[in-house]
């Protein structure tokens, strides 16, 4: 296994963009402002998702519009992503989950998608709330 990306929640996302390319030697990878019904869910309020990176680091600059100075989320870091060799080693790894018989992060699994780019994923808390999220790039 191996860290994937660092997702971070702005309020501002054009205002610190270049902040982000500066200080940490990244350039834009993509860009979206459509999202799915999972993401809409566990991000209320995201309006943009810009992927920065560089040779050895993938940051995503979430823009979301719930976000404030009050916000108990704010200056959390959204989630973090590791990435696996296989849609198998995902289902492993959530079958692992749900033995530890910790209520709230069984609760907490995501379905298991896949996208057109052949991106496999899936989400689950650990028993304090912090999100991850396990990705597989298989057939590129």
Avoid at 64 to 93: C, M, P, Y
Avoid at 100 to 114: D, K, N, R
Wanted: overall charge negative; hydrophobic content about 30%.
């Amino acid at each position: 296994m191996r860290l994937d990306h660092i997702g971070v929640q702005l309020t501002q996302l054009d205002k610190n963009l270049d902040w982000y390319k500066y200080v940490f030697n990244c350039k834009k990878s993509w860009e979206l402002d459509h999202f799915s019904p999972t993401t809409l869910s566990r991000l209320p309020g995201i309006k943009r998702l810009i992927e920065l990176k560089n040779e050895d680091l993938k940051l995503h600059l979430f823009e979301r519009s719930d976000l404030d100075s009050s916000s108990n989320v704010r200056s959390q870091f959204q989630h973090t992503a590791i990435e696996v060799k296989s849609k198998n080693e995902i289902e492993s790894i959530i079958d692992r989950v749900r033995q530890t018989q910790e209520q709230s992060c069984i609760e907490s699994i995501s379905e298991i998608i896949t996208d057109e780019e052949n991106m496999t994923c899936c989400y689950f808390f650990d028993p304090e709330g912090n999100e991850y999220e396990l990705v597989a790039y298989e057939g590129s």
